[in-house]
């Protein structure tokens, strides 16, 4: 499986580095894990739908963060990624604190994938 980010999830990565400082090895669990199984598995992820488009966004709502010691999975982090299945491909959109905003960014997800 090879992995690959749009630059404004790498913008969303080092905003949020600077406050959950494990985020880059925690992100790397997460590889490990999309690597075996990168479809939607609820309730720990599910696919974004009415979006029109042919490829598979998914939204990781369950995120382990080792920066915020003691909240397990439900650390608010979320992750939004596209999954191209016969390219073997995954490219991470979008990474926010639930706190920070309330729903993922459609038109960023519509801007580069349709």
Request: hydrophobic share 35%.
């Amino acid at each position: 499986m090879e992995f690959d980010t749009l630059t404004a999830f790498d913008k969303d990565l080092k905003q949020l580095l600077k406050r959950y400082r494990t985020l880059n090895d925690d992100l790397e669990d997460v590889k490990t894990i999309l690597k075996v199984k990168p479809e939607e598995r609820p309730p720990f992820s599910f696919r974004i739908d009415n979006l029109g488009l042919e490829t598979c966004v998914i939204k990781v709502k369950k995120i382990a963060c080792r920066a915020l010691k003691g909240r397990g999975v439900n650390t608010g982090l979320r992750l939004i990624y596209a999954h191209f299945e016969k390219e073997e491909k995954i490219i991470f959109v979008e990474l926010y604190h639930k706190n920070d905003k309330e729903n993922e960014d459609r038109e960023r997800i519509l801007k580069n994938f349709k």
